[in-house]
């Protein structure tokens, strides 16, 4: 297995459309995490999954974001109607238990 | 609320000598621990985890020490390499559903 996944690498958008991103978790885990990141800060979390299940979601998280594992396998993470304040380094990361490995992140830019 | 703290946002370390990076949390709920490691335009990688009925665990040059008194911990790296430079964070979790990242260390080993 190569690591965790993740597509596009890199996103610009007009503000007020639509982005999805995709994250292919390592194979036999069975937790996937969704994580943003701004500049000088840390990953902050933002829903988690086990299988296909969503059980934890943050209350940072605006309606306008939503997450899907069909089939507990990958993940999409939306974000609807995007504003500029959502330019970020959107993290994926997964687990079977304890650590997290993470993806490479998809960069997104609202314009 | 920041509940994982880095109060450090960067260390410069002569190559050979030993790296410390502290971390403080306010959870106490916080069981399990965890330090990564991030170089520019990648997603964090794992180092080291310590669980709260431990107060030291050692891999290799990286050792994590846990004082639960005064919910503080910190990684030690001996001997430093130019390697090394690269952005750590600390995280903790009390479920494993939802973990909690500092706002990270830039460290740079001197060569």
């Known amino acids: 297995d190569t690591g965790v996944s993740q597509d596009p690498r890199h996103k610009i958008t007009k503000r007020g459309q639509n982005v999805t991103f995709r994250c292919d978790p390592i194979?036999?885990?069975?937790?996937l995490y969704w994580y943003r990141q701004t500049l000088g800060q840390g990953p902050e979390f933002l829903t988690y999954f086990q299988n296909e299940a969503q059980l934890e979601k943050s209350r940072l998280l605006s309606d306008r974001f939503s997450a899907e594992r069909p089939k507990g396998s990958f993940s999409t993470l939306e974000i609807q109607r995007t504003e500029q304040g959502d330019s970020a380094m959107y993290l994926c990361?997964?687990?079977?238990?304890?650590?997290?490995?993470f993806g490479p992140g998809t960069r997104l830019t609202v314009t | 609320d920041q509940q994982v703290k880095q109060n450090s946002p960067s260390l410069s370390v002569q190559e050979g000598r030993i790296s410390i990076l502290n971390c403080d949390y306010t959870?106490?709920?916080?069981?399990?621990f965890l330090w990564y490691k991030k170089y520019p335009a990648e997603g964090p990688t794992f180092l080291i985890s310590?669980?709260?009925?431990?107060d030291k665990n050692e891999d290799g040059r990286f050792t994590v020490f846990l004082n639960k008194s005064a919910k503080h911990l910190s990684l030690h790296i001996v001997p430093s390499q130019p390697g090394d430079s690269a952005v750590y964070f600390c995280a903790a979790t009390s479920t494993g559903n939802q973990f909690y990242f500092g706002t990270g260390t830039s460290l740079t080993v001197i060569p």
């Open positions: 959870n106490s709920m916080f069981d399990y």
């Open positions: 194979s036999e885990h069975n937790r």
């Open positions: 310590i669980s709260s009925i431990k």
């Open positions: 990361a997964s687990s079977g238990a304890g650590e997290q490995y």
